[in-house]
């Protein structure tokens, strides 16, 4: 009896194929949630914005305002330092 031969033709050979049937399926089914999502995305939603009447045009002096209300109700405007406004202050500001 001969020995069993080692080498690479001994074994079988190694398949190398993809199975693409898996793929196929995953990009029909993205397909198929774009294409009945888009719609729906592409919808506008009709809004109403208000219009300002008397506006003025400032010009931008570089710095920020931030505005935050407490839950005390204390109204706070941020800029470089924090200052604490009341309600009239703020408005008053304005």
């Given at each position: 009896?001969?020995?069993?031969r080692?080498?690479?033709?001994?074994?079988?050979?190694v398949r190398?194929?993809?199975n693409v049937?898996?793929?196929?399926?995953?990009?029909?089914?993205?397909?198929i949630?774009?294409?009945?999502v888009?719609?729906?995305?592409?919808?506008?939603v009709?809004?109403?914005l208000?219009?300002?009447?008397?506006?003025?045009?400032?010009?931008?002096?570089?710095q920020?305002?931030?505005?935050?209300?407490?839950?005390?109700?204390?109204?706070?405007k941020?800029?470089?330092?924090?200052?604490?406004?009341?309600t009239e202050e703020?408005?008053?500001?304005?």
């Amino acid at each position: 009896m001969k020995p069993p031969r080692r080498g690479p033709r001994s074994r079988q050979a190694v398949r190398a194929d993809i199975n693409v049937t898996p793929l196929v399926d995953v990009v029909l089914v993205l397909l198929i949630i774009f294409m009945v999502v888009a719609p729906i995305i592409a919808q506008a939603v009709p809004i109403d914005l208000p219009e300002t009447v008397h506006h003025e045009s400032r010009p931008d002096d570089g710095q920020h305002v931030v505005v935050s209300v407490t839950r005390t109700g204390q109204i706070r405007k941020a800029t470089v330092e924090e200052v604490q406004l009341g309600t009239e202050e703020l408005r008053a500001r304005n």
